[in-house]
């Protein structure tokens, strides 16, 4: 098999009650699909689903062309990793990792061997007769890890895999699970909240909402260009949508009626434009050398971002921009006071909507 061939081609569509949810995805050799969305948008629905602990209403899941929609969990090349692990408290570590493969028959001895191996790949071999109570969160999601791999999946699936730990655990074990699956080459499908997880761990991501895909690309096209209000908050940018005119977008705007954007290229028709929030300047006076992009707006919030100070502005548009808390203090800036905003047409991303 070559790297790039399509492992993963499924259609997933499940309909409760009170949700439908209706999903293309395919992943090729070696790759990693994030699965990025609010809560409740179906990510974990669409990971049952391709284990097989959830019926399809319609569609099917092929691996590697073959048509496993029939197939039962326990008999599927699947791995899985669960958010909190689920590792069986009354068995030893090896035991955990042996489970999968003795459930499909391998013979004790070999499962145990195999276990072992991968124990070692994820540097746990000192553990191996350990229970998982004496794991730290990040050595139990190895073990998970090694667990998901012993049944020598074409599919890794994983839910939120760094969701149980602690900010300081969870970088070291994402460069850590970022190794790991460079080493896999299957088709593996990451579940995740964090923008960080699908930058660093996913070569493509697709925006799940509401049961949908509303965006699927390699993670720094989504993060630049983003296609709905969750994405744009999600990354951190300022997006709207509006009518082109070459470098000139008419935007709805706020209550003042439209507002134009100069952008940095020339479209023509409906387009979104993005800018980030370190991209804008805030000015208590109207900026001189007029730029074309300044607005005068009205400050709605200002939070400690990083190192950064984000400011919120309301009023013809709506803009986010990150200040230093040096400039926030020059300008004393608080809720309700006016101030200019500004942003070099350069800085404007457009693309069609
Ligand atoms: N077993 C179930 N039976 C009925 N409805 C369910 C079940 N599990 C989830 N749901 C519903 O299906 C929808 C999708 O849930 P799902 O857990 O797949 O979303 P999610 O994107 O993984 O959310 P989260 O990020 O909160 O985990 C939600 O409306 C949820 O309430």
Same mark, same amino acid.
């Given at each position: 098999m070559t790297s790039g061939d399509v492992v993963l081609d499924a259609r997933v569509a499940v309909r409760r009650p009170a949700f439908s949810l209706d999903v293309g995805l395919r992943v090729a050799s070696g790759q990693v699909l994030a699965l990025l969305g609010p809560n409740g948008a179906g990510k974990s629905t669409v990971l049952r689903a391709l284990a097989g602990l959830l019926p399809l209403s319609e569609g099917r899941v092929l691996l590697d062309g073959v048509d496993?929609? =029939? @197939? #039962?969990a326990e008999r599927r090349p699947v791995g899985m990793v669960f958010q909190d692990y689920?590792?069986? *408290? /009354?068995?030893s570590v090896v035991e955990n990792v042996a489970f999968g493969p003795r459930c499909r028959g391998v013979p004790t001895r070999r499962a145990r061997r195999l276990a072992l191996d991968l124990l070692g790949e994820v540097g746990l *071999? @000192?553990? &191996? +007769? +350990? %229970?998982? %109570? &004496?794991?730290s969160g990040g050595q139990a999601q190895r073990v998970a890890l090694a667990r998901a791999l012993a049944v020598r999946p074409r599919l890794l699936l994983l839910d @939120? #895999?760094? =969701? =149980?730990?602690?900010a300081h655990t969870r970088v070291s074990v994402r460069s850590q699970l970022r190794r790991r699956l460079a080493a896999f080459d299957g088709a593996a499908v990451l579940v995740t909240h964090d923008p960080l997880d699908a930058m660093v761990l996913a070569d493509r991501v697709l925006v799940l909402e509401d049961g949908s895909a509303v965006q699927e690309g390699p993670p720094a096209e989504v993060a630049r260009r983003p296609r709905t209000g969750y994405v744009a908050r999600l990354v951190g940018v300022n997006l709207y949508r509006g009518e082109a005119e070459g470098t000139r977008v008419l935007l709805p705007g706020g209550p003042g009626g439209p507002v134009a954007l100069t952008a940095a290229s020339s479209h023509s028709g409906e387009v979104f434009a993005a800018f980030p929030p370190r991209a804008v300047a805030l000015y208590r006076? %109207? #900026? /001189?050398?007029? #730029?074309?992009?300044a607005w005068p707006l009205t400050v709605d919030g200002v939070e400690r971002f990083g190192d950064q100070v984000r400011v919120h502005l309301t009023g013809a548009l709506a803009v986010s921009a990150d200040i230093t808390p040096a400039a926030l203090a020059e300008l004393s800036l608080a809720p309700g006071e006016r101030v200019w905003a500004s942003v070099k047409a350069t800085e404007v991303e457009c693309y069609p909507a």
């Open positions: 496993i929609t =029939a @197939e #039962p689920l590792l069986f *408290a /009354h068995l *071999a @000192e553990y &191996a +007769a +350990a %229970r998982p %109570r &004496a794991l @939120e #895999p760094m =969701a =149980a730990l602690d006076d %109207r #900026p /001189h050398g007029s #730029p074309r992009n």
